[in-house]
T-cell receptor, first 118, second 113 residues
Framework: DAGVTQSPTHLIKTRGQHVTLRCSPISGHKSVSWYQQVLGQGPQFIFQYYEKEERGRGNFPDRFSARQFPNYSSELNVNALLLGDSALYLC?????????????????FGEGSRLTVL | GQQLNQSPQSMFIQEGEDVSMNCTSSSIFNTWLWYKQEPGEGPVLLIA?????ELTSNGRLTAQFGITRKDSFLNISASIPSDVGIYFCAGEDFNFGNEKLTFGTGTRLTIIP
């Protein structure tokens, strides 16, 4: 079975541009979360989507937005890129069955999309 | 954003040695998790803890959920070369029905030949 897949794996943008990152969850998983991992730090929560609805949002500016599609895949969009947006963007999927609780800690991460802003 | 306090930041050990790292928080969490991340990969779950005071093992790994629900530790016994990587603790906050994880700052484990 395929794990969480993300695309693109690497990309370079310049300040002010826009970027779209994509994520396909593990088959059967209905929840997708996005995390930002700056070099040398732990991942920071950006968004969680469940059944196409936003369940949670971290402390990120409105330049960051996301959505989830009927097939449970997801996109993360970042507008007006800043140098500080350079990071590894991680997508994670889970199957919380609507309780909002991790079941057996099953939050599975993809390999990430590494964004460099010049 | 908030990150949990994880120590030590890095460890240099010889193969066969035991490893201990811990994580503290100013907030209470309902679940504590330990992840390992290797270069070019996303974090991989090692151990999940669901009850205060719980002690859980996974092979050579042992982790405990602190009684106060504000801390956790991870021990690795008899380290081997494949243990190299960055270890992150994470606390789960399911306020508002979401699955937000708050991660620690990481402990980088290096094994000296």
């Amino acid at each position: 079975d395929a794990g969480v897949t993300q695309s693109p794996t690497h990309l370079i943008k310049t300040r002010g541009q826009h970027v779209t990152l994509r994520c396909s969850p593990i088959s059967g998983h209905k929840s997708v979360s996005w995390y930002q991992q700056v070099l040398g730090q732990g991942p920071q929560f950006i968004f969680q989507y469940y059944e196409k609805e936003e369940r949670g949002r971290g402390n990120f500016p409105d330049r960051f937005s996301a959505r989830q599609f009927p097939n449970y895949s997801s996109e993360l969009n970042v507008n007006a890129l800043l140098l500080g947006d350079s990071a590894l963007y991680l997508c994670a999927s889970s199957s919380p069955e609507g309780t909002g609780l991790l079941i057996d800690g099953e939050l599975f991460f993809g390999e990430g999309s590494r964004l460099t802003v010049l | 954003g908030q990150q949990l306090n994880q120590s030590p930041q890095s460890m240099f050990i010889q193969e066969g040695e035991d490893v201990s790292m811990n994580c503290t928080s100013s907030s209470i969490f309902n679940t504590w998790l330990w992840y390992k991340q290797e270069p070019g990969e996303g974090p991989v779950l090692l151990i999940a803890l669901y009850k205060a005071g719980e002690l859980t093992s996974n092979g050579r790994l042992t982790a405990q959920f602190g009684i106060t629900r504000k801390d956790s530790f991870l021990n690795i016994s008899a380290s081997i070369p494949s243990d190299v990587g960055i270890y992150f603790c994470a606390g789960e906050d399911f306020n508002f029905g979401n699955e937000k994880l708050t991660f620690g700052t990481g402990t980088r484990l290096t094994i000296i030949p």
